[in-house]
Nanobody, 115 residues
Framework: QVKLVESGGGLVQPGGSLGLSCTAS????????MGWFRQLPGKQRDLVAT???????SYEERIDGRFTISSRNGGATVDLQMNGLKPEDTAVYYC?????????WGQGTQVTVSS
């Protein structure tokens, strides 16, 4: 069982920046992809950004160049740098990873954008 541990998040003013990190524990042979979702209360979980083992990235349209996803530690850690944060970015952010063809989730971290 792969465990994903998230860090970062918190409260930031509109226009500010935050960084999230997610590290996968041992217990896999292959990383198929990692990324981030976010979820507002009462809403479905929406994809924010993804990164493949080769480093190819993709982003949800509304991100509009404000976020950057990257990986390190041989791909076992994925980071999400969020700049120009807006109140509508407020959500619980969940890291996910696909390892050996199976999907795993992090515990979620709250990001609140408010003045």
């Amino acid at each position: 069982q792969v465990k994903l541990v998230e860090s970062g998040g918190g409260l930031v003013q509109p226009g500010g920046s935050l960084g999230l990190s997610c590290t996968a524990s041992e217990g896999f042979h292959r990383i198929d992809g990692m990324g981030w979702f976010r979820q507002l209360p009462g809403k479905q979980r929406d994809l924010v950004a993804t990164i493949t083992p080769s480093g190819t990235t993709s982003y949800e349209e509304r991100i509009d160049g404000r976020f950057t996803i990257s990986s390190r530690n041989g791909g076992a850690t994925v980071d999400l740098q969020m700049n120009g944060l807006k109140p509508e970015d407020t959500a619980v952010y969940y890291c996910y990873g696909v390892f050996d063809g199976q999907m795993f989730w992090g515990q979620g971290t709250q990001v609140t954008v408010s003045s």
